[in-house]
């Protein structure tokens, strides 16, 4: 496809069951990123890859959370153990390149995460 | 902390009418900001980007404007239309964080007929 992919689109879960979201990016791009997104806020950043090395994971919430991406293109965003503050739009985006200043980071619709 | 700040929360328009989005921000130091629209039930989807030297940018009827020294940029919509509805964010990256971006809340536009 010509865009970044996120599945599924939509998660129900009950708390404290495990979850895994998937990020198919555009192909080539070095960069991934996952974001979380709470209703009606903007998203905010979880953790950065660079090919198959996680650079960043400062934002990930608890350890709860765990993301990888080991083969350098498709990555998954593993939560354990649910909870109700987990519900959130969860965003994946790729870039092209490392860090430059301009670039452009283009993202997936999201998976939308209800825990109940 | 890094931070962005977005006004208004939202915004009501009539199609064809123009508006200004504002938004601040302390992150530090500067790298780029950048706006992005949102769509309901979608990704954000990149308008402009701007660097520090840089205070003007179009993308057809979206002008964005950026003050590096006040730290405040705006995004102007000319003659609105109805597929202008939608959340804009203001993102604004910092030289250190590499291509980490801190975002902003969102303005929420919506163009009524």
């Known amino acids: 496809g010509a865009g970044v992919s996120q599945s599924p689109r939509y998660k129900v879960a009950k708390r404290g069951q495990d979850v895994a979201l998937r990020c198919d990016p555009i192909?080539?791009?070095?960069?991934l990123f996952w974001y979380q997104q709470a209703l009606g806020q903007g998203p905010e950043f979880l953790t950065y890859?660079?090919?198959?090395?996680?650079?960043?994971k400062s934002g990930l919430p608890s350890d709860r959370f765990f993301a990888e991406r080991p083969e350098g293109s498709v990555s998954t965003l593993k939560i354990q153990r649910t909870q109700q503050e987990d519900s959130a739009v969860y965003l994946c985006?790729?870039?092209?390149?490392?860090?430059?200043?301009?670039?452009?980071?283009?993202f997936g619709a999201g998976t939308r995460l209800s825990v109940l | 902390k890094n931070q962005v700040e977005q006004s208004p929360q939202s915004l009501i328009i009539l199609e064809g009418k123009n508006c200004t989005l504002q938004?601040?921000?302390?992150?530090?130091?500067?790298?780029?900001l950048r706006w992005y629209k949102q769509d309901t039930g979608r990704g954000p989807v990149s308008l402009t980007i701007?660097?520090?030297?840089?205070n003007t940018k179009s993308n057809g009827r979206y002008t964005a404007t950026l003050d590096a020294d006040t730290k405040q940029s705006s995004l102007h919509i000319t003659a609105s239309q109805l597929s202008d509805s939608a959340s804009y964010i203001c993102?604004?990256?910092?030289?250190?964080?590499?291509?980490?971006?801190?975002f902003g809340g969102g303005t929420r536009v919506l163009v009524k007929p």
């Open positions: 938004c601040n921000y302390t992150v530090s130091p500067f790298s780029n």
């Open positions: 701007m660097t520090f030297s840089e």
């Open positions: 890859f660079q090919n198959e090395a996680q650079l960043d």
């Open positions: 192909s080539g791009h070095v960069s």
């Open positions: 993102v604004v990256s910092a030289i250190a964080a590499g291509n980490k971006l801190t």
């Open positions: 985006a790729s870039s092209l390149q490392r860090i430059l200043s301009k670039n452009i980071q283009y």
